[in-house]
């Protein structure tokens, strides 16, 4: 099981299908790949709730193929055989008492909506699926939903093989088939009602938004007319009229046509190239320091603030997908710096310090400061926090637990000012104080 971080990068307000939905001063979503509906209803109640998260991202909660050579690989969750509720995470019941459960202690639940596509074409036909549905990939039949031989792009695909065979013809990478799984035809109205009737089962229940699965395999005329069939948010957790958070998989390194400035009509874009830059950064490749992140973001090339979904981790660049491989970062205890993120959301960067090389520092208006020493000798120094006087606790060492803190403190005097000392033997080079964590 895996616990993954997705960051909304906006600060600001923003409306619609781009809002996350979620409770005022939650901005991160963590994503709990593969893990049973049962299990997240307990981590709401018990861990993200109390610690300020804002939702949760889960794995595609439709009946999938069952594989068994490899045995139940991740990747058969994104191979759909219907749009009935039933996996290895759970049933229909379980993922309603989780939507439940996390909706009633303000925690959101985000669907991975794999829509794109059905199977693979190799899946063959029989009741080898999560709910025991019958289908036949070979005709393309699948009775559950039900689809046909009509309702795939057989037939508009140019390639030789049927596959996307070319990254650099639009065509391809939109109507072929994507490592075979067959391509739904989603320029016909069945396919997007039958799309939108599956999402909009999931808004019933209560879900706040979807990732959609693949989006820069759909033309983005498709995603739009799919996602206009959808309901307003079920007004039992949410004011009336409320639009689904929409986030698309667009990967986008550059070096393609696709680009995903195409999809922002429709939701947010994730920014796969956050994570990868960030890690290059941090691990010092190809001369990189962390002196000039000083305008990360936008002036990096990244997707616009109020049109990205960022993170540093998520199923696939773990895998080598996306930006993968060696420059990706993984926290495992992200809970105080979620509470931070919390704690200064909506406030102006500020006092940005840097030495020239890899030890930076910054703050976010009056109300939270960061260190970071990630040079190879040790740092003392004395800098403006912007920050009212007093004594903080530092939350990467510890925390505020009543009114006393379990790792170091930060004195910071009249003027504003403190001294941080960092040696390079740190278990984590990097201190953060907020004005929760005051003492």
């Known amino acids: ?6 960051l909304l990068a906006a600060a600001g307000f923003c409306w619609g299908q781009y809002n996350p939905n979620t409770l005022s001063k939650r901005t991160s979503i963590v994503h709990l790949f593969e893990w049973r509906w049962a299990d997240i209803a307990l981590e709401c109640e018990r861990y993200l709730a109390p610690n300020g998260f804002g939702g949760v991202q889960v794995s595609p909660p439709n009946e999938n193929i069952v594989v068994t050579n490899p045995n139940r690989p991740w990747w058969e969750r994104y191979q759909p055989v ?27 639940i985000y669907v991975d909506a794999v829509v794109n596509h059905m199977c693979g074409a190799a899946g063959g036909s029989g009741t080898h699926s999560t709910c025991g549905s019958y289908f036949n990939a070979g005709n393309r039949d699948f009775p559950a939903v039900p689809y046909s031989g009509w309702d795939f792009n057989d037939g508009k695909c140019h390639s030789g093989s049927g596959e996307i065979e070319n990254y650099g013809d639009i065509y391809q990478v939109r109507d072929c088939r994507l490592v075979s799984l067959l391509d739904l035809a989603l320029e016909k109205d069945y396919v997007r009602s039958k799309v939108a009737e599956y999402m909009n089962h999931l808004i019933d229940i209560g879900v706040a938004g979807f ?19 959808l309901k307003d948010l079920n007004t039992k957790w949410f004011p009336e009229g409320t639009k689904p958070f929409i986030y698309q998989e667009v990967i986008d390194l550059g070096g393609e046509p696709i680009k995903g400035s195409e999809y922002f009509g429709n939701g947010r874009v994730t920014e796969f190239k956050y994570g990868a830059k960030l890690g290059t950064v941090i691990r010092k490749w190809n001369g990189e320091k962390m002196a000039y992140l000083k305008n990360w973001g936008e002036g990096w090339g990244f ?8 993170f540093v981790d998520n199923h696939d660049n773990q895998r080598g ?38 030890q930076v520092a910054f703050g976010r208006g009056n109300k939270g400061f960061i260190i970071f020493n990630n040079d190879d000798w040790n740092m003392s120094v004395y800098l403006q926090t912007g920050l009212p006087a007093g004594t903080y606790c530092d939350v990467i060492s510890g925390q505020k637990e009543n009114n006393k803190c ?6 910071v005097s ?10 390079t033997d740190a278990e984590d080079p990097f201190i953060a104080i907020h004005v929760d964590a005051k003492l």
């Open 1 to 6: 099981m895996q616990v993954l971080l997705l």
């Open 82 to 108: 219907s749009y009935r509720l039933c996996t290895r995470s759970g049933n229909e019941d379980e993922f309603r008492d989780m939507v439940t459960r996390c909706n009633n202690v303000g925690v959101r």
């Open 211 to 229: 990732r959609i699965d693949a989006a820069k395999h759909m033309w983005p005329g498709d995603i739009r007319a799919f996602l206009d069939k």
């Open 303 to 310: 997707v616009p603030s109020d049109r990205a979904l960022v």
């Open 321 to 358: 997908h996306g930006a993968g491989g060696s420059a990706i970062l993984t926290f495992w205890d992200a809970r105080n710096m979620v509470i931070f993120r919390n704690v200064v959301d909506g406030e102006p960067f500020s006092n940005w310090w840097d030495n020239g090389s890899n």
């Open 406 to 411: 379990t790792g170091k403190q930060v004195y």
């Open 414 to 423: 009249g003027d504003g000012k403190a001294n941080f000392q960092i040696n």
